[in-house]
């Protein structure tokens, strides 16, 4: 398998977090060419601001190596990660991150802030964006457009 595959199976995750009614961002990490963790937004339906994707999956994933550090291993998510995440990367000590989309407004890998390049880190890691681009960021915009729709039709309803 290839980074697109694998970005695959973190649209499909992405595409449960929609379901959910969740911001559809989906993450897997893969380890000697195995999927190890995976996850999906759900900071709404676990009442946890910190299970984003990213979250979710390299807690998964460090359960089934049975460590903490996961050198080796690669994160794929379908949007940049933010700065929570963004530090998780570099104290989980991910070996490499593929991001989807880029996140103008909250990216903390190369979009908005450039964490990874910045500060003493002891950790550095290999950055690849923009693959599967165009469907991560399709999947975002289809959840935002239909999010606005049902507010607008909510506000419209006659009292």
């Known amino acids: 398998m290839d980074d697109s595959d694998y970005m695959r199976l973190a649209l499909a995750q992405a595409e449960r ?14 380890h ?4 190890i963790g995976e996850g999906y937004n759900e900071p709404i339906g676990r009442l ?14 460090a359960q089934a190596l049975g460590n903490y550090r996961l050198s080796g291993a690669t994160l ?7 700065t929570m995440c ?3 990367l570099v104290h989980s000590r991910i070996g490499r991150l593929v991001y989807g989309a880029s996140e103008p407004k909250s990216g903390a890998v190369r979009s908005n802030l450039q964490l990874l390049d910045a500060g003493p880190y002891n950790h550095r890691l ?19 457009a239909e999010r606005r729709e049902r507010q607008k039709a909510l506000k419209s309803r006659p009292l």
Request: proline share 5%; with cysteine; glycine share 10%.
């Open 17 to 30: 977090a929609f379901a959910a009614g969740e911001v559809p961002v989906g993450a897997v990490v893969v």
């Open 76 to 82: 794929y998510v379908t949007v940049e990660p933010c």
């Open 126 to 144: 290999d950055v690849t964006g923009g693959v599967l681009e165009a469907e991560c960021a399709e999947l975002m915009s289809r959840f935002f």
């Open 86 to 88: 963004t530090g998780l």
């Open 48 to 61: 946890d601001p910190s299970a984003h994707a990213e979250m979710v999956a390299i807690r998964a994933a």
């Open 32 to 35: 000697n060419g195995e999927v």
